[in-house]
T-cell receptor, first 113, second 108 residues
């Protein structure tokens, strides 16, 4: 357990509104990730961070932005939510990047009407 | 681009059976992960391995780096093992690629 909490856990919003999901960790792991999980797909990487203010895009980054102003928080923002962004979002972290064990948050279910 | 393929996609078995789930990937990796997700639940890490074999209770994970293949075995399966099992690979650029998962259902 790497002490990851996500908020909100559930959110319903309307198309065109901004949405921010928060991922908070207590273990100060260097690497943090945002994924989305959809039926028929594996977990797909949206963005990840390898340190404070250091972020990079994943395979499905269009329409999403992230920020990491301190080690413990990694924010995912949908500037203008669309129905295609209805999904379950998972935050994960690990200590050492490509050789570290993965720890996941509980997930955030987002519905965009 | 690395692809991660799992088989089977779905598996139903009787309690007590020996279960094998397979994972193949296409390029070199730093590590391979096996994860478990219960219905409506979060995702937990079962194993991370880069060579050989690991065992935890009734679960065994193996990896063959040369063949780019890993297996997850469950001995004496139990209904509480019913879950989605996910294979993921850590790339050398720090990204992690996931398979689509294997849905396991163990009947009492």
């Amino acid at each position: 357990d790497a002490g990851i909490t996500q908020s909100p856990r559930h959110k319903v919003t309307e198309t065109g509104t901004p949405v921010t999901l928060r991922c908070h960790q207590t273990e100060n792991h260097r690497y943090m990730y945002w994924y989305r999980q959809d039926p028929g797909h594996g977990l797909r990487l949206i963005h990840y961070s390898y340190g404070v203010k250091d972020t990079d895009k994943g395979e499905v980054s269009d329409g999403y932005s992230v920020s990491r102003s301190k080690t413990e928080d990694f924010l995912l923002t949908l500037e203008s939510a669309t129905s295609s962004q209805t999904s379950v979002y998972f935050c994960a972290n690990n200590r050492t990047g490509n050789t570290g064990e993965l720890f996941f948050g509980e997930g955030s279910r987002l519905t965009v009407l | 681009k690395n692809e991660v393929e799992q088989s089977p996609q779905n598996l139903t078995a009787q309690e007590g059976e020996f279960i094998t789930i397979n994972c193949s990937y296409s390029v070199g990796i730093s590590a391979l992960h096996w994860l478990q997700q219960h219905p409506g639940g979060g995702i937990v890490s079962l194993f991370m391995l880069s060579s050989g074999k690991k065992k935890h209770g009734r679960l065994i994970a193996t990896i063959n780096i040369q063949e780019k293949h890993s297996s997850l075995h469950i001995t004496a399966s139990h209904p509480r093992d019913s879950a989605v099992y996910i294979c993921a690979v850590s790339m050398r650029d720090d990204k992690i690629i996931f398979g689509k998962g294997t849905r396991l259902h163990i009947l009492p």
